[in-house]
C-alpha cells in the first residue's frame, strides 16, 4: 500500500511506513529521498540525492511567497543555500482571491517584506499576463493559463511547503505547479474546471481537483525539466495564503525530494498517517476535500505514479 523506505547506503530494502488509506503501492516506483530534519543540510542533501541537474539555462524556483499575516511559509533562512545552489530565480504568480498577493505591485512588496528579494531575484511570472499551454486529454480544461514569463525558464525547482489547504485538502508539489504557476485568470480557471477565467466560480469539489491535475499534465508537458523538493514543517491545516493560518499541532516530519510530483505528494500524505503525533485535524482536512483525488487523477493523466520507493537519507 505504501511506499517501502531503504536507506541510500544499502541496497536492501527495510520495513515500510505505516500506510494511509490512499493507494500508494509496493516498492518498484520512483524514488522519493527523505530526511528526518528540516534544516538547510538536509534541503541540499535530499536534492542532491535525485542525481539530476536543472541544465545551465535559467532556473525557476517555484514556491508561495505566502500571505502577510502567516508566517508559516518557507523562511528565506532556510531555503537560501538550496536556491543559491541552482542560482535560481524565485518565482511567483499574482492570486486571484484578492489580498496583498493579487496585484503585481504588491505581491513584489510582499516578496520584499518576506525577505525573499534579498537571497534572490525575484520574479511574479504573470505580470505581463497569461501564458496558454495546452490541455491534452484532461478532465476538464482544454487549456491551461500559466504566468507569461513562464517560458523564459529552462528548467523549474518546485519548492513546496508540504500542509493543509481549506479547498485542496493538501498543498504540495502538484498544488505548486497547478494553481501555483497558473496566471490570475488561469487560477479561475482551475477553481471553475474550465468554465471561468475573469471572475471567481466554484466547480464540485472533485471537478476542481481533476482540473488541478489537468493543469498539471499541461504544465510538465511544456516544461519536463523539473525536480521537486517537500518540506514538510509548519504542518497546518491551513495554507500559506491564509493571512492568519492554524498553529500546527504536529511536529516537523523532514524534506522530501523526488522527480516525480505525485510520488512525491503521495509520499507525505502517507507520512502524515503513518505519524502518531497528533495528526488527526491535517488527516481530517484531506479526507474531508476528498485530497487524495488529485493523486488519483494525475496518475492517470499519466503525471506521475501512486507508487514510490521512499529512500532515507542522511541531512
Avoid at 534544516?39 to 536543472?54: N, P, V
Wanted: aromatic share 6%; proline share 3%; charged share 15%.
Amino acid at each position: 500500500m505504501d511506499g517501502g523506505v531503504r536507506d541510500s547506503s544499502s541496497a536492501s530494502s527495510n520495513s515500510s511506513t505505516s500506510g494511509a488509506s490512499t493507494g500508494a503501492s509496493a516498492t518498484g516506483g520512483p524514488a522519493v529521498y527523505f530526511a528526518r530534519n528540516v534544516s538547510d543540510g538536509a534541503l541540499q542533501a535530499t536534492f542532491a540525492a535525485i542525481g539530476q541537474s536543472l541544465g545551465n539555462g535559467k532556473v525557476g524556483v517555484k514556491l508561495s511567497s505566502g500571505e502577510p499575516g502567516g508566517n508559516h511559509f518557507l523562511q528565506p533562512s532556510l531555503i537560501e543555500g538550496l536556491v543559491s545552489s541552482v542560482s535560481g530565480t524565485i518565482v511567483e504568480c499574482n492570486t486571484a482571491y484578492g489580498g496583498d498577493r493579487s496585484t503585481t505591485e504588491a505581491h513584489y512588496r510582499v516578496a520584499a517584506d518576506h525577505g525573499f528579494a534579498r537571497i534572490a531575484d525575484f520574479q511574479i511570472m504573470d505580470e505581463a499576463g497569461s501564458l496558454p499551454l495546452p490541455v491534452d486529454g484532461g478532465f476538464h480544461l482544454s487549456e491551461n493559463l500559466v504566468g507569461a514569463a513562464f517560458s523564459d525558464y529552462g528548467g523549474f525547482l518546485v519548492l513546496s511547503h508540504f500542509k493543509g489547504h481549506t479547498m485542496a485538502g493538501f498543498g504540495g508539489a502538484l498544488k505548486n505547479i497547478s494553481i501555483g504557476m497558473a496566471s490570475r485568470e488561469g487560477k479561475l480557471l482551475i477553481h471553475s474546471a474550465g468554465k471561468n477565467r475573469t471572475s471567481w466560480q466554484s466547480a464540485a469539489q472533485n471537478d476542481f481537483l481533476e482540473s488541478m491535475a489537468d493543469a498539471c499534465k499541461a504544465v510538465l508537458a511544456a516544461q519536463p525539466n523539473m525536480l521537486f523538493v517537500n518540506v514538510m514543517n509548519n504542518l497546518s491545516v491551513d495554507c500559506d495564503c491564509d493571512s492568519n493560518p492554524a498553529l500546527p499541532k504536529m511536529a516537523d516530519i523532514g524534506v522530501l525530494a523526488s522527480t516525480d510530483p505525485v510520488a512525491l505528494d503521495q509520499a507525505c500524505v502517507d507520512l502524515v498517517y503513518a505519524s502518531d503525533d497528533n495528526s488527526a485535524d491535517l488527516i481530517e482536512r484531506v479526507e474531508s476535500r476528498n485530497g487524495a483525488h488529485v493523486l488519483e487523477a494525475a496518475e492517470s493523466l499519466g503525471v506521475g505514479s501512486r507508487a514510490y520507493e521512499l529512500v532515507e537519507i542522511k541531512g
